[in-house]
């Protein structure tokens, strides 16, 4: 069974610091693998799609890295802002499934000014 | 533009009472998703469908039903709510299978 986990739960950091968020999933076998905010009382926005055979995404400020072969994606936001300030989401689309998104429990950023 | 409206956004209910979600998306999408989240658990897939009139079940189902009588439609029931049916409900849409999700606001759910 695909498990998505994601390190650390929960981080923060003053404000235009670079950071590096960390998902990893135990079965490689993987369609894509999607990175979404959540801001509190809010639904989920899409940040980036990496599709499994792709190595990274770009947009902005954030770059998502894909490493299929060992299980991990990172996203990396340039430049902190306190805008930046929310959870953050991994999600993998498993290849049998092909539908369903399995989540990991996410990353709770706070950006101080 | 819309995207995927969620109705209700808030319901108390008492246990046994039933209720309908509602999600309407106008993006046209084929691909619709109810999932909830937990806390400590994450968001986990109730039912979906991928068109018109199919509907199939998810990681979590047992409790719900779904329907999906028209494309821009997916409506989650519950016919006898219980107190673990206390969550936040997400409606999602996507063009096609492994396709960006959109989600919608949620609806918070509390059964007494």
């Known amino acids: 069974k695909q498990e998505v986990t994601q390190i650390p739960a929960a981080l923060s950091v003053p404000e235009g610091e670079n950071l590096v968020l960390n998902c990893s999933f135990t079965d490689s076998a993987i369609y894509n693998l999607q990175w979404f905010r959540q801001d509190p009382g809010k639904g989920l926005t899409s940040l980036l799609l990496?599709?499994?055979?792709?190595r990274e995404q770009t947009s902005g400020r954030l770059n998502a890295s894909l490493d299929k072969s060992s299980g991990r994606s990172t996203l990396y936001i340039a430049a902190s802002q306190p805008g930046d300030s929310a959870t953050y989401l991994c999600?993998?689309?498993?290849?049998?499934?092909?539908?369903?998104?399995?989540f990991g429990k996410g990353t709770t950023l706070s950006v101080s000014s | 533009n819309a995207g995927v409206t969620q109705t209700p956004k808030f319901r108390v209910l008492k246990t046994g009472q039933s209720m309908t979600l509602l999600c309407a998306q106008d993006?046209?999408?084929?691909?619709m998703y109810w999932y909830r989240q937990d806390p400590g658990m994450g968001l986990r897939l109730i039912h979906y469908s991928v068109g018109e009139g199919t509907t199939a079940k998810g990681e979590v189902p047992d409790g719900y039903n779904v329907s999906r009588l028209k494309k821009q439609n997916f409506l989650l029931g519950l016919e006898s709510a219980a107190p673990s049916q206390t969550s936040v409900y997400f409606c999602a849409s996507s063009r096609q299978v492994g396709n960006i999700q959109y989600f919608g606001a949620g609806t918070r759910l509390s059964v007494l």
């Open positions: 990496i599709q499994s055979s792709q």
């Open positions: 999600a993998v689309t498993a290849n049998q499934a092909g539908t369903a998104l399995i």
């Open positions: 993006m046209n999408h084929e691909y």
